[in-house]
């Protein structure tokens, strides 16, 4: 157990080297200069020069990258050039938004989800479940921006129920939140229902049902209890990616959580900030995964962990 | 009809009890399926197809005295933006550049993922090691992130979207690739043609894609729903082709601004239009994917 969790925490350390690099070396080399946005106006070419200097952009390439991990080791992110502090306070100061924003989604799409799910599986080839399948089809065929506008035009402007935008008071969040929640139940609820299927067809359900034991015992104890492992991997996988920037979410409804500001610091060219965001996003949701891996053992005791590799 | 489960000359049960059977609702509603998506699709393909032939007006250089008219209005079906354009005609116009990047950009991830995912589960070894490890390695980026970052760095030229989904999408195809082709690879066709002496390329390009085609196909087929969600999400952030040249993500992001001062079509309508052809190409190929397995579990 602990071997498999340090080789798990160097594939994270590891995984996480790689996109900081890939993010880096895509920032370097793209087209435009950053010191425009951070100069004064008009700004002659001795004071870009000056900027550049003091962002250290005028150092060669290979440098750059050396030094950004020689501090990446010390746990010095960096400094974003729009704020003058330090990158990553920026970002932790935004991420509770946005692990608040995806801890409600998932929560609410595994109370909606699962149901669903069982329930089209039990109702396999009746009309009542080929609505619920061309409805959850269409949950994931509309664009989720789009979802937000019209929940936004709906809720907030024309009935005002809710606030519009930003985070004035907890109702904020039911508009974000539905709006992931109606793709994400889409999606998870026809996962749960392939894993029914599959258990309600296996033959030590059959075997069960001729014993006697009730449908909905068979429904649960037997049957989903053998498709929890698929269901919670996925509902972690989704959680991990949420906490990777739900940002279209957070744009439309100016959620200040880190996808609106990676959108922001983009547009800024905000290099330390960008970078910032990517590495604790991309770590926190490794993590997610780590541990959604290590429930397994407690999920179904035939799991070991050091088998777990495929 | 698609009765390859069922076929009632050789039993003796009644057919209609037969017509009430599991497999039979079962081809019944991947059949209603395909023809509710072909419906959905042609609803939207056809008029944006037909774009330039139809009488429509101009979509970039509005009439300044007809700003803002409602849906329905005389000569304009989906009503005007605020610069007197018509929505209709952006719509349509704006289609045809949306469904030329996500056909350009599902033609490329299928090529790629094809090719990639065959050479991996028939080479196997270090050409497999090399595909999965780069399957992996993507999956653990944050692809919005991502794409956003090259559009938002590269210029959002058609070319540049094209290629980032193209990217975003070729591990779908190629893992289905690798899984059927690790199958296939071991069926006895394929040794009796290593038997006959054909070379390996030929081997798999002539006779185990054509075996698997159908199957990744449909998936393709799937991806192309992905790529116009994906496109209309980034132009939406901004990293869309430019104005004046509006596609979908574009047009309702322009409205977003406007929809508080009642001109809520600007944005509904266009978010139907995407949300139809996704939907018609999700349910077509859903619908196919259950044809095409059943047709698979009949013949083996």
């Not at chain 1, 932790?92 to 609410?108: K, N, S």
């Not at chain 1, 149901?115 to 039990?122: S, Y």
């Not at chain 1, 409804?253 to 960008?274: C, H």
Request: glycine share 8%; with cysteine; charged share 15%.
């Amino acid at each position: 157990m602990p071997r498999y969790l340090l080789k798990r925490l160097l594939q994270t350390v590891l995984t996480a080297w790689f996109t900081v690099t890939v993010v880096f070396v895509l920032l370097r080399m793209a087209p435009g200069d950053p010191a425009v946005n951070y100069a004064p106006p008009n700004p002659s070419s001795e004071q870009l020069a000056a900027v550049r200097h003091e962002f250290g952009l005028d150092q060669p390439v290979l440098g750059q990258y050396l030094t950004y991990l020689q501090h990446l080791l010390r746990g010095d992110i960096g400094e974003s050039f729009q704020f003058r502090q330090s990158a990553l306070q920026v970002v932790l100061d935004r991420l509770p938004y946005t692990i608040t924003l995806a801890v409600a989604a998932i929560a609410v799409t595994a109370l909606l989800a699962i149901p669903l799910g069982v329930w089209m599986a039990r109702r396999g080839n009746t009309a009542g479940e080929l609505g619920a399948n061309i409805a959850t089809i269409a949950g994931q065929s509309m664009p989720d921006f789009w979802i937000g506008f019209v929940l936004l035009i709906v809720f907030a402007v024309n009935l005002q129920w809710f606030p519009p935008s930003g985070f004035t008071s907890m109702s904020s969040i039911v508009l974000p939140c539905l709006t992931i929640v109606i793709l994400q139940v889409a999606l998870v609820s026809r996962l749960v229902r392939r894993e029914m299927v599959t258990n309600l067809n296996a033959p030590y359900v059959t075997i069960a049902r001729s014993r006697g034991v009730s449908e909905r015992r068979l429904t649960w104890r037997y049957a989903f209890a053998n498709s929890s492992i698929p269901v919670v991997t996925a509902l972690g996988t989704r959680f991990a990616a949420m906490l990777n920037g739900v940002v279209i979410v957070e744009v439309v409804f100016k959620w200040p959580g880190v996808g609106e500001l990676v959108v922001d610091a983009l547009e800024r060219r905000d290099f330390p900030l960008i970078q910032a965001t990517v590495l604790v996003t991309v770590v926190l949701a490794l993590l997610v995964q780590l541990l959604v891996d290590m429930l397994y053992p407690l999920m179904d005791p035939r799991v070991r962990l050091q088998e777990a590799r495929r | 009809m698609s009765d390859l489960a069922v076929s009632p000359t050789r039993t003796a049960v009644p057919p209609k009890v037969l017509r009430r059977s599991a497999a039979a609702r079962k081809a019944r509603y991947s059949t209603i399926k395909m023809w509710v998506g072909a419906l959905c699709t042609g609803v939207v393909v056809v008029p944006v197809a037909l774009a330039r032939v139809l009488p429509l007006p101009d979509p970039v250089h509005g009439v300044l005295r007809e700003t803002s008219l409602p849906p329905l209005s005389p000569g304009h079906l989906l009503g005007t933006d605020p610069n007197g354009r018509d929505l209709l005609s952006r719509i349509l116009h704006g289609g045809q550049t949306s469904l030329l990047i996500g056909l350009l950009a599902i033609l490329l991830s299928g090529l790629i993922g094809i090719v990639a995912g065959a050479a991996a589960g028939y080479f196997g070894g270090w050409v497999d090691t090399v595909i999965s490890r780069l399957l992996e390695a993507q999956m653990s980026l944050p692809l919005l992130l991502m794409l956003l970052l090259v559009v938002a760095l590269f210029g959002p030229s058609i070319l540049v979207i094209t290629l980032v989904i193209a990217i975003a999408q070729w591990p779908e195809p190629a893992r289905l690739t690798r899984a059927l082709v690790l199958v296939e690879r071991e069926k006895p066709y394929v040794a009796a043609a290593r038997v006959l002496g054909l070379g390996r390329l030929r081997i798999i390009a002539r006779h185990i894609i054509p075996n698997i085609l159908s199957q990744t196909l449909v998936v393709v087929l799937l991806l192309l729903a992905q790529a116009v969600l994906l496109e209309s999400a980034l132009s939406f952030l901004g990293a869309g082709v430019q104005r004046p040249y509006p596609t979908w993500g574009g047009i309702i992001s322009d409205g977003r601004e406007l929809f508080v001062t009642g001109a809520w079509w600007l944005v509904t309508i266009p978010g139907v239009a995407i949300a139809l052809l996704v939907l018609g190409v999700n349910l077509l190929g859903d619908g196919l994917r259950d044809r095409v397995r059943r047709a698979k579990a009949v013949t083996s």
